[in-house]
């Protein structure tokens, strides 16, 4: 039981850094459940998959009767939930798989969670934590002068990925109130780093940047997120583990307020000083798309209450986090080809295609 942390979608893009980084900087044994959907990448933890402080376990956070089994077995102290459908678009062209898992998947964690909670001895039930991950963009979308998200900013989701992890975070929110249940839940904003799948933002246009492919802009380029460098969101997450007061929620974010378009002529810079080319600067590649329906206008967090209460800050500043960034898919060719495989070519094809 000590010190054993069962990590849900530990295959993903934030769930593989946190694991390498605990495995790291603690001595914690971690079990990864993860479904392995098209974003879960086991190679993401080859550098522990030989270490007996982790195992993973490929399975369905909704399978009730796998989750019991599990927490019968490992005995954990805590559960940290990464495990989650997360891209909006594909959100929007086909919400079910978001209510399954992250509504109903969520549900069924937290009943299996609460029933092995509900037997460990009185000592046990005081340490155990639940951790849910989740996001800002629970909170919908800030106008130009709106102060920025804070803990109390009442929840407005927009979109069906949105809303899913609104209803996720309500459950949670339940399972303490109602139950008891040891959780904490954390709203953090966009991160980009390693292992980010090619879907999102960042990777993608580093991606279509290195191979000379158009770059598309959703809208006027000018939608605003707030970024986080991954390493800081898994410090965080961790900190929040160890330190953050029961039933509480902690909003994480970068104070990094960008415009997309700012963040692509970036990435074209990099592009261009790492990967040189002759001819044109790949700005030249950016193409204005049309807009995604129901396209939120601007996130930012105020992460002023983990700061005060728990002393976490972002360590890295967007300019070395993009550069780092930038340079690891640079240099990882073999990742990039498994992930870029199968339904990621079908995906790309049919969400840009016209
Ligand atoms: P991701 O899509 O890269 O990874 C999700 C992982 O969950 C994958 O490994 C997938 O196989 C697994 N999974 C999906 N359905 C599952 C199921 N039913 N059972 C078990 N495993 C399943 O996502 P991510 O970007 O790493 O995000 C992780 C969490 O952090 C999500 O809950 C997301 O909402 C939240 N979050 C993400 C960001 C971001 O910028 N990426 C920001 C804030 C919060
Ligand atoms: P994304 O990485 O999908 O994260 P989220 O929608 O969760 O914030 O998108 C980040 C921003 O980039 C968002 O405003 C949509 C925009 N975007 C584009 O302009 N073009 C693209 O091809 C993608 C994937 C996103």
């Known amino acids: 039981m000590q010190n054993m942390i069962l990590v849900t979608g530990g295959a993903g893009f934030i769930g593989s850094n946190f694991i390498l980084q605990r495995i790291q900087e603690q001595a914690t044994s971690i079990v990864n459940l993860d479904k392995l959907t098209y974003a879960g990448n086991p190679h993401n933890l080859e550098t522990v998959s030989s270490d007996s402080r982790y195992k993973f376990v490929q399975g369905d956070i909704g399978d009730r009767a796998l989750m019991r089994q599990l927490l019968g077995t490992h005995h954990p102290c805590a559960i940290v939930h990464f495990a989650a459908e997360s891209h909006v678009d594909r959100s929007i062209r086909g919400p079910e798989d978001f209510v399954r898992t992250n509504i109903d998947g969520t549900f069924a964690l937290l009943e299996e ?25 629970v909170y919908g979308s800030l106008g130009p002068d709106d102060p920025p998200f804070s803990e109390s900013t009442p929840y407005a989701p927009n979109s069906p990925y949105a809303a899913s992890k609104a209803a996720s975070d309500h459950l949670v929110r339940a399972y303490h109130h109602t139950y008891g249940l040891p959780t904490l839940t954390t709203n953090c904003s966009n991160n980009y780093g390693r292992f980010q799948f090619p879907e999102k933002l960042i990777p993608l246009m580093i991606l ?86 129901g396209h939120d206008r601007r996130y930012a967090m105020d992460a002023r209450k983990i700061e005060r209460e728990l002393g976490w800050r972002p360590k890295a500043t967007f300019e070395s986090g993009i550069r780092e960034t930038v340079r690891w898919y640079l240099e990882n060719e073999a990742w990039v080809r498994d992930v870029t495989s199968g339904s990621y070519r079908q995906w790309v094809a049919t969400h840009y295609s016209g």
């Open 113 to 137: 969670t609460r029933a092995y909670w509900s037997a460990l001895s009185d000592e046990q039930r005081k340490s155990f934590r639940f951790v849910h991950v989740s996001t800002d963009e």
């Open 208 to 293: 279509n940047a290195r191979d000379g492919k158009a770059l598309p802009v959703y809208g006027d380029g000018q939608n605003v997120r707030d970024w986080l460098y991954v390493e800081d969101h898994c410090a965080a997450i961790a900190t929040v583990l160890r330190r953050g007061r029961l039933g509480d929620t902690y909003n994480i974010g970068g104070w990094n307020e960008k415009p997309n378009l700012e963040i692509v002529h970036m990435i074209c810079d990099l592009v261009d000083e790492m990967a040189p080319r002759a001819g044109n600067s790949r700005r030249d590649l950016i193409t204005f798309v049309k807009d995604r329906p």
